[in-house]
């Protein structure tokens, strides 16, 4: 695909790469352009270009040290002053404590789940439908009933005990 120089995003009138920008003249030349990506923007959803001017942006990111140029930061901001704005990164790639299912399923099926209770015992769920013409009432419990004799024998069998 080829562009006209002129109309590049990131150059200025003047031509001049690397040069420092206002991320707003930048972000206007963008979206006034009519690249396939400011086109498939304006179409998607409309968009309200609101400036602040002198405000106090905090913001609380996941790492140290400023953003790199051209990153993208999933979060919040919120207006918690007149003049000042707060915004925090969403926790996407932070750790989480595996935590112990109380009663963790040993089989997850169509219509049933089976259970463990901490002190070993199974017990059977149904899940929820959703019911309609090809699924009713009396469908959904032929079809649950059919799966609980299917799984009673792989356990009878062995099937289903842990080692």
Known sequence: MFYNKSTQIGRG????CNQPRPVGD???E?????SLFARGYRQHQSVYPNTEPCVDLKLLTREPGRIPLGNY????ITRDAED???F???ATDKKRNDVQQRNPHV????YININRKPDGTLYPTFNRPQFNEQLSFLEFCRRAAEELILVASG???GFGEEK
């Open 30 to 34: 963008m979206f006034s352009s009519n």
């Open 73 to 76: 930061l999933d979060g919040a």
């Open 84 to 86: 000042h704005f707060l």
């Open 88 to 90: 925090i990164e969403n």
């Open 26 to 28: 930048i972000l206007t």
């Open 155 to 157: 356990f009878a069998t």
């Open 107 to 110: 089989y997850e099926g169509v």
């Open 13 to 16: 009138q003047d031509n001049r």
